[in-house]
């Protein structure tokens, strides 16, 4: 079984390439290649009354995942990635069914517990791994991180939530470095 499955792996990254891959052609006839595995998934979920996550396309966000991809120290420059995060109701229905107001709040946290501000002044430490072991960076989440007003007629309260990663200063331990912890959103009622 291992065998075969090992097999598999390396006749998967053969035939889809693997990145980085070949060198840049530097004669006639020859070619340079790249490529990297691919696969399309959905699963489908029940509607319902209870509170979710979705993105710009209305889809449930299983995980804030923002990929700066690989950063080469010395040579990138800043990285910055933007989402879009909605809190809404599963059934895509108004919030309230009469006169009610709510407050919405989104805030995100650290694994510890620890408030990443959404302005900016407090960063999500990524820890190093592998080589990298025991080395960090700093990365800086932007979200809308006050009290929103929200009526009984509104369908979606929505954020844009901007991860960004300065320049890697040349000399950087090489590896890969990850932050984690939670998005979350609270709708209080008044």
Same mark, same amino acid.
């Given at each position: 079984? +291992? &065998? #075969?499955? @090992?097999?598999?792996?390396?006749?998967?990254?053969? $035939?889809? *390439?693997?990145?980085? /891959?070949?060198?840049?052609?530097?004669?006639?006839?020859?070619?340079?290649?790249?490529?990297?595995?691919?696969?399309?998934?959905?699963?489908?979920?029940?509607?319902?009354?209870?509170?979710?996550?979705?993105?710009?396309?209305?889809?449930?966000?299983?995980?804030?995942?923002?990929?700066?991809?690989?950063?080469?120290?010395?040579?990138? +420059? &800043? #990285?910055? @990635?933007?989402?879009?995060?909605?809190?809404?109701? $599963?059934? *895509?229905?108004?919030? /309230?069914?009469?006169?009610?107001?709510?407050?919405?709040?989104?805030?995100?946290?650290?694994?510890?517990?620890?408030?990443?501000?959404?302005?900016?002044?407090?960063?999500?430490?990524?820890?190093?791994?592998?080589?990298?072991?025991?080395?960090?960076?700093?990365?800086?989440?932007?979200?809308?991180?006050?009290?929103?007003?929200?009526?009984? &007629?509104?369908?979606?309260?929505?954020?844009?939530?901007?991860?960004?990663?300065?320049?890697?200063?040349? /000399?950087?331990?090489?590896?890969?470095?990850?932050?984690?912890?939670?998005?979350?959103?609270?709708?209080?009622?008044?």
């Amino acid at each position: 079984m +291992k &065998k #075969s499955l @090992l097999a598999m792996i390396i006749l998967s990254t053969a $035939a889809f *390439g693997a990145n980085p /891959g070949g060198k840049v052609p530097t004669a006639g006839q020859e070619k340079g290649e790249v490529g990297v595995p691919m696969e399309v998934r959905v699963t489908v979920l029940p509607q319902g009354p209870q509170l979710v996550l979705l993105d710009e396309n209305d889809v449930l966000i299983n995980k804030l995942t923002f990929d700066h991809g690989s950063m080469v120290a010395g040579l990138s +420059k &800043k #990285s910055t @990635l933007e989402k879009e995060v909605r809190l809404a109701r $599963a059934d *895509g229905k108004a919030f /309230g069914s009469n006169a009610e107001t709510y407050k919405a709040k989104f805030e995100a946290k650290d694994l510890n517990g620890n408030a990443i501000a959404g302005d900016g002044s407090k960063n999500l430490t990524l820890n190093g791994h592998g080589a990298a072991s025991g080395k960090t960076v700093d990365s800086t989440l932007n979200y809308r991180n006050d009290e929103i007003a929200v009526t009984a &007629k509104d369908k979606m309260v929505m954020t844009k939530v901007t991860s960004i990663i300065d320049a890697i200063p040349a /000399g950087k331990e090489p590896g890969l470095y990850v932050g984690s912890g939670t998005f979350n959103a609270t709708l209080t009622m008044d």
